[in-house]
Structure formats: C-alpha cells, structure tokens
C-alpha cells in the first residue's frame, strides 16, 4: 500500500484520537527512517524518546529473535531467568533495590502511587502544573494540564497541583494526608521546562522532613536521554520511586516502577499484579537496549551530542528573532518560538526530518542518543532553511 491509502483505511478502522503526518513509515536504522514510498528521514524524535538506541538496533533485534524462539509469554505466577536478570541489570544501574515491571509509562505511574499510599497509609499526591503522566483516568487526574481533563467527566480525586519550580508552594500543599510528591526531573510534554537550581534537591529535603515519598517520573528522561542515565543524577536526587517506560525497551513496549526496598516492601503477594508486564520478550528487549547502552557509552554520546546539537541551535538563536529560549539537558532540547511551531515540523518532515511541536510553540528535539554529527548538522541545515 502507499501512503495515501493507508491513511484512508486508518480513517475507516481506527479511532481517530491521534493528530498525524501524513507519512507512512515502514522501516528504520540507527537514526534514520523511510516511509513506504522510499523517502529517507533523519529521525529527530525517536518516538517521543523511546529509540535511545536507533532504530533496529541489532543487539535488540537479536534479543527478540532469539527469546521468541524460546518463549514469549508466561504468567508471573512462575518465574523466568531474564526477567531477573533485567531486574538486577537496572538495581545496579540506579539508586534502586526492587523492581515491578508493567508495560507502559501510565501504568507503572498508577502503580507508583498505589505504592505510596499503600507504604504511607496516606492518600494525597501532590503533582506539579503543566505536567503529564499519562492518559488513565488517575493519571489525567495527576497530570497538571487542564486539556486532558476535558469532556470525560468525574476523575479520581486526592491529587494537588502546585506550580512547577515553587517548593514553597509545595511545603504549603502538605497535610496530614499528604501521600507523596510526584514530579518529572524535566517536564517533556509541557515543553521541555528545567527545574530551577536547586528545587529537586528541596524537594527531596521537603519529602524527607516530612516524612513523605518522592517520586521521580522519569519515564521521557531515563537511559542517558539528558546525558545522565537517569535525570536525578544531574541533580543529585535519590527518589523513594522512580517510573521508567519509553526507552527501556529499545522500541518494544514495557516499563517499570523502581523503588527502595523499604518502600517497595510494601506491596505484598496479591496487591499488585499484571498480565504481560515483565514477559520474557519484554524483558530480553529491554536487557539489550540497557546493555548497548552501557556497551555503547551513549549516556556519554548523549551529553556530548547534546552539547553539540544545543550550540548549534545557540547559533540560530542569534539569528532569528522568533526564538525565545533553547533548553534542555543532553538530547532532550527545546527551542521555544514566539508563535506556533507545528508549520515547522510539517516543512521540516517534508524536508526529511521528523520533529514534534509540544506546548503549541516548544520544537522538542529527541533524536536517537547514537545520532552522528553530519546528522545534526544536516538536521540543522534543514531548519535553518525554514526559519530564514
């Protein structure tokens, strides 16, 4: 099939809840993709930060074949060798003892908090405005952006959304029911926002203080996408709970909730459960894209790509005088527009790069952390050309 016809099936059989391109992509390496016509695209996006380590990674793609073969799927009522394998391989990477695998970013949020209420016998979550966890009733109640919640009625209560970046604000939220503090280390879908210096390390001395948990959503900045495995190392952070998804699975499906083991103790035989989460394919796909990233030094790549890829946006920064700002930590980077950034993304896909518009005019690079300089620079190029 072409394109077009594609597009008209996808308007014939599927829900019509995603606002598309109108490009059909059918395959990809490392950091580029094709679309069923041929046409070859530098992909800056990778996903929405879920292709750390390209596209058909072969280390991954290995994994796959090979456990497939083997056994794909199996209840967690018995045990398999990879999924502890996994377990142990992201213990030793992060500040964490105990793992819960599920398969995306909203679950192991929702488990995140079920785990906070159930080890503090507390109910409030205090979460930040302008922020995202997911599409879940509990988590569109979590999420701090007033457009998810329209049109679909009553959502769970015992959420508190205080400003981002405000740790006062946060002290003042706290009651005696306060739960946890939930917080992304840099919000993504509300336009790649860095905290200010110093606010996640008060609000880990909040939490401590206080006697609640902190949870770090790092399911967009986890496995080197700021240039730090996961983002709470650039700010000296050791969150109660961290929730990991996107990248984990190099491309396949599957998150998880990381927690202390003392907190993590709190979920007993029976509270907490799931069907796929942590099958065997799932689990083999994610211990390679874990392991090529550590083989690989791409945490490294991705802060010195980052660096590489922030100055030359620096410099059309001088040049334009529609930009606002450029921020970001390794290869998650916005370039903040005084207008409207989606007519960018739609000529820069017709000049073959993929780019995504958040927060109507934040152009959110997050390329595969394994993208090469003469790609950057094309990428440049390229958006240099729209923007003159």
Known sequence: MNTQEIIDLEKDYIMHTFGRLPIALDKGKGALVWDVEGKEYIDCFSGIAVNNVGHAHPKVVEAISKQ???????????????????????????????VFFANSGAEVNEGA???????????????????????????????????????????????????????EAVNEAITSD????????????????????????????????????????????????TGKMFASEIFNIKPHITTIAKALGGGYPIAGILAQEEVANAFKPGD??????????????AKASVEA????????????????????????????????????????????????????????????????????TVLRFLPPLNITKEQIDKSISILSEILA
């Open 68 to 98: 497939a073969e083997k056994l794909i799927h199996c209840s967690n009522i018995y045990y398999t060798e990879i999924q502890v394998e996994l377990a142990r391989l992201l213990c030793e990477i992060s500040s964490h003892d105990k």
């Open 113 to 167: 908090v079920k785990l906070a209420r159930k080890f503090t016998g507390k109910n409030d979550i205090i979460t930040m405005e302008n922020s995202f966890h997911g599409r879940t009733l509990s988590m569109v109640a979590a999420t701090g952006q007033h457009k998810y919640k329209e049109g679909i009625g009553t959502l769970p209560r015992g959420y508190v959304h205080v400003p981002y970046g405000d740790s």
């Open 178 to 225: 306060t739960a946890a503090v939930m917080v992304e280390p840099i919000q993504g879908e509300g336009g790649i926002v860095v905290p200010p210096e110093g606010y996640l390390k008060e609000l880990e001395n909040i939490c401590e203080e206080n006697d609640i948990l902190l949870i770090m959503d790092e399911i967009q900045t986890g496995f080197g996408r």
């Open 272 to 285: 907490h459960g799931t069907t796929f989460g942590g099958n065997p394919l799932g689990c083999a796909a």
């Open 293 to 360: 990233i550590i083989e690989e030094k791409l945490v490294e790549k991705s802060q010195k790509n980052g660096e590489y890829l922030k100055g030359k946006l620096e410099a059309l920064n001088e040049a334009n005088d529609n930009i606002i700002q450029i921020r970001g930590y390794g290869l998650m980077l916005g370039v903040e527009f005084n207008h409207e950034c989606i007519k960018i993304v739609n000529k820069a896909a017709e000049k073959g790069v993929l780019l995504n518009c958040t927060a109507n």
